[in-house]
């Protein structure tokens, strides 16, 4: 295994894309691999990454419930925030990194686009819940919809989210590759197709060169 550069500081990491992408295992491999690697590495997760998350995100995920999409954004926001403060922060003030299963782009690509609420009135929003915080690198696990949302279904009950619409997960899987554009430098495209140890090496060599350009 090629041991990779110590970084002089922590980096964030985050995992978007759509139901069903294989972000989560990705994100959960990459966290192993920089153990191994002698790096320390916390994974968490949006919603959910405090005791405050982990109730809102039953509220937010329950299929039973009804959520209209101003506040179910708010509360994402509110996820957010508070996950930043209580977790995000002081870990990476610690020097350890980051690896987050969903952040911003989830909510722009959901919410801003997804939801029509617009990504000028959602990015100052979330401004002010992450203080300004952006990841170094973020990857995107694509794969068509209707892979991803059977991928979901096999893994038992769906949530609120995951029972929409296959026109609304298609939208929101546009709105990622738009912003993947716009940040190419930051937004890393992983073709989910890839079996799982393939898609994890595209994933290592992107994050080799970002602890490398850091222990510099």
Not at 163 to 186: M, N, S, Y
Request: glycine content about 8%; charged content about 30%; hydrophobic content about 40%.
């Amino acid at each position: 295994m090629n041991q990779a550069p110590r970084a002089h500081r922590a980096v964030f990491i985050t995992f978007e894309g759509i139901e069903g992408c294989g972000k989560t295992t990705q994100a959960k491999l990459l966290a192993k691999r920089l153990r191994e690697e002698g790096q320390q590495a916390i994974l968490t997760a949006e919603p959910g990454g405090t005791v405050l998350g982990r109730a809102l995100r039953a509220a937010l995920l329950n299929p039973a419930r009804t959520v209209d999409p101003i506040a179910e954004w708010l509360l994402f926001e509110a996820d957010r925030a508070q996950h930043v403060r209580e977790t995000i922060q002081p870990l990476l003030r610690r020097g350890v990194t980051v690896i987050c299963d969903r952040f911003s782009d989830s909510t722009r690509a959901y919410q801003g686009i997804g939801r029509g609420l617009g990504l000028d009135q959602v990015d100052r929003v979330d401004r002010a819940a992450t203080g300004g915080l952006k990841p170094d690198l973020t990857f995107l696990l694509d794969l068509p919809v209707r892979e991803g949302l059977a991928r979901a279904a096999s893994r038992g009950k769906l949530t609120r989210i995951e029972r929409e619409r296959t026109r609304f997960h298609t939208k929101i899987r546009d709105a990622f590759l738009v912003l993947a554009t716009r940040e190419p430098g930051r937004i890393k495209v992983v073709d989910g197709r890839l079996d799982r140890p393939h898609a994890a090496e595209v994933v290592w060599k992107h994050v080799a060169a970002v602890l490398g350009r850091k222990a510099r």
